[in-house]
């Protein structure tokens, strides 16, 4: 063999390494997912439907499929000047040699098996009160959005969006740590669950509701708690993995899922607050710290205990036993409303409406507009779709971190101060209705 033929031999390799696992940067270049500013149209294919394709578009092809949902990521994803990259490092092989059809997850911009995609988006009701009871909280890292709500006298419920992924269950017979149910402590349902479910054209899970809220949300209610040991205690109420995934593919709406692709996923923009650590007060004995982690990728989430309501404590998965991680923190405004005396129903609108928001992502918080108005989507629709979040100034889209948000709703009543390293949200009691 002369040495011609070898140094042939020798590049053909390099060159078929090169194209199988497909080097390159990602996240930047070519291989990022490229958004047109002002809209919500993504101009790079968001569908992998072979190993060829998957090569020559590694964003899209993630190596975890469920990971993508939510929570926390062991990728690295900072840069050189220590923001976040444009998108997360993936490894495409193993799911080319799976086969799986892999598609951007509408809610995080991240890979995930398309098949996902025709299940309904579920919330799930979940309480943090009584803390001895509820927390920690389960499956909130497979929920690629949380909402925080406003419940009474500065009491908040989480509503966990699944959709995209689901928990994978880690229970077994021998387990003494678990509840009953893998997901627990899921609580009755409030009267604004019917906005939330719009915005997503989402089903309902929770434990019971009073007889004037249940009449508002129960066309959006998909299944009830499981509950056989005490039927009246609905705090005791919930469900098992393998049902939620079988509740989303069968509790399916007429016309189908909502297109959810409103939402941007890209660079941070220009300017904002720097922000490493901000506080949620919503009183004393409820405050929620997050905390900016460049390795983790994204804010760790700290919760003080009502016992000891100096001391905060991470925030984890019952299930996996990871920290609570999110890439962005958003803080939406919209008036609240108490309706009865002792203050236990409050309602807000966040359909066909709009105000104020703060988006916190990459150590920076920036104040933008949001909208659920029709004629302010850059796409027209007769349909609810989550909310658009724009530069108040030019009214153009803002992009998101790849990755998973929490969302506190908040009174418009809310305000701002630094208290020595953190940047204190303070939401204020609504008092009681008439």
Same mark, same amino acid.
């Given at each position: 063999?002369?040495?011609?033929?070898?140094?042939?031999?020798?590049?053909?390799?390099?060159?078929?390494?090169?194209?199988?696992?497909?080097?390159? /940067?990602?996240?930047?270049?070519?291989?990022?997912?490229?958004?047109? =500013?002002?809209?919500?149209?993504?101009?790079?294919?968001?569908?992998?439907?072979?190993?060829?394709?998957?090569?020559?578009? /590694?964003?899209?092809? $993630?190596?975890?499929?469920?990971?993508?949902?939510?929570?926390?990521?062991?990728?690295?994803?900072?840069?050189?000047?220590?923001?976040?990259?444009?998108? +997360?490092?993936?490894?495409?092989?193993?799911?080319?040699?799976? &086969?799986?059809?892999?598609?951007?997850? =509408?809610? @995080?911009?991240?890979?995930?098996?398309?098949? #996902?995609?025709?299940?309904?988006?579920?919330?799930?009701?979940?309480?943090?009160? /009584?803390?001895?009871?509820?927390?920690?909280?389960?499956?909130?890292?497979?929920? +690629?959005?949380?909402?925080? @709500?406003?419940?009474?006298?500065?009491?908040?419920?989480?509503?966990?969006? !699944?959709?995209?992924?689901?928990?994978?269950?880690?229970?077994?017979?021998?387990?003494?740590?678990?509840?009953?149910?893998?997901?627990?402590?899921?609580?009755? &349902?409030?009267?604004?669950?019917?906005?939330?479910?719009?915005?997503?054209?989402?089903? #309902?899970?929770? $434990?019971?509701?009073?007889?004037?809220?249940?009449?508002?949300?129960?066309?959006?209610?998909?299944?009830?708690?499981?509950?056989?040991?005490?039927?009246?205690?609905?705090?005791? $109420?919930? #469900?098992?993995?393998?049902?939620?995934?079988?509740?989303?593919?069968?509790?399916?709406?007429?016309?189908?899922?909502?297109? #959810?692709?409103?939402?941007?996923?890209? +660079?941070?923009?220009?300017?904002?607050?720097?922000?490493?650590? !901000?506080?949620?007060?919503?009183?004393?004995?409820?405050?929620?710290?997050?905390?900016?982690?460049?390795?983790?990728? $994204?804010?760790?989430?700290?919760?003080?205990?009502?016992?000891? /309501?100096?001391?905060?404590?991470?925030?984890?998965?019952?299930?996996?036993?990871?920290?609570?991680?999110?890439?962005?923190?958003?803080?939406?405004?919209?008036?609240?409303?108490?309706?009865?005396?002792?203050?236990?129903?409050? %309602?807000?609108?966040?359909?066909?409406?709009?105000?104020?928001?703060?988006?916190?992502?990459? *150590?920076?918080?920036?104040?933008?507009?949001?909208?659920?108005?029709? *004629?302010?989507?850059?796409? +027209?629709?007769?349909?609810?779709?989550?909310?658009?979040?724009?530069?108040?100034?030019? &009214?153009?889209?803002?992009?998101?971190?790849?990755?998973? @948000?929490?969302?506190?709703?908040? %009174?418009?009543?809310?305000?701002?101060?630094?208290?020595?390293?953190?940047?204190?949200? @303070?939401?204020?009691?609504?008092?009681? *209705?008439?």
């Amino acid at each position: 063999m002369n040495n011609n033929f070898r140094i042939l031999l020798i590049f053909t390799f390099i060159a078929t390494l090169l194209l199988v696992t497909g080097c390159g /940067p990602v996240g930047t270049g070519a291989n990022a997912p490229q958004t047109n =500013p002002g809209t919500s149209e993504n101009t790079t294919p968001n569908k992998v439907e072979s190993p060829a394709e998957a090569a020559q578009n /590694p964003a899209l092809a $993630g190596e975890a499929l469920p990971s993508s949902a939510g929570g926390s990521s062991s990728q690295d994803t900072s840069n050189s000047d220590g923001g976040s990259s444009e998108t +997360p490092s993936q490894n495409a092989d193993e799911n080319q040699n799976a &086969g799986v059809i892999t598609a951007a997850c =509408p809610l @995080t911009g991240l890979p995930v098996d398309e098949s #996902l995609l025709d299940n309904r988006p579920l919330f799930v009701s979940i309480s943090q009160f /009584p803390a001895w009871a509820s927390r920690p909280s389960t499956g909130l890292n497979s929920a +690629p959005v949380v909402f925080e @709500t406003l419940l009474n006298e500065g009491q908040t419920r989480l509503q966990a969006l !699944f959709y995209c992924g689901y928990p994978q269950s880690t229970a077994s017979e021998s387990d003494t740590d678990f509840s009953t149910y893998e997901i627990s402590a899921v609580r009755s &349902g409030r009267i604004f669950y019917a906005e939330l479910a719009k915005l997503f054209n989402a089903g #309902l899970i929770f $434990g019971g509701a009073s007889p004037e809220v249940y009449a508002e949300i129960s066309p959006y209610q998909c299944s009830s708690t499981q509950n056989t040991d005490t039927p009246s205690n609905t705090g005791a $109420g919930g #469900l098992n993995i393998d049902r939620l995934e079988q509740v989303a593919e069968s509790c399916q709406t007429a016309s189908g899922n909502t297109d #959810l692709s409103v939402w941007l996923f890209g +660079p941070a923009a220009d300017g904002g607050t720097t922000v490493e650590s !901000f506080l949620m007060k919503y009183n004393y004995l409820n405050q929620t710290r997050w905390e900016y982690d460049a390795a983790e990728g $994204g804010y760790v989430r700290y919760q003080n205990d009502p016992t000891s /309501p100096e001391d905060f404590t991470l925030s984890t998965d019952r299930l996996t036993g990871e920290a609570i991680v999110r890439q962005n923190i958003i803080l939406l405004s919209t008036p609240h409303e108490v309706l009865n005396k002792t203050g236990t129903i409050i %309602d807000f609108s966040l359909t066909n409406t709009g105000g104020y928001a703060w988006l916190i992502r990459d *150590g920076v918080m920036n104040k933008v507009c949001w909208s659920t108005i029709f *004629g302010d989507y850059p796409d +027209p629709s007769n349909r609810y779709r989550p909310f658009l979040l724009t530069d108040c100034s030019t &009214g153009e889209q803002v992009n998101l971190a790849y990755g998973s @948000t929490w969302v506190n709703v908040v %009174d418009t009543s809310m305000w701002f101060q630094q208290v020595g390293d953190d940047l204190v949200a @303070t939401q204020p009691f609504l008092g009681y *209705g008439d």
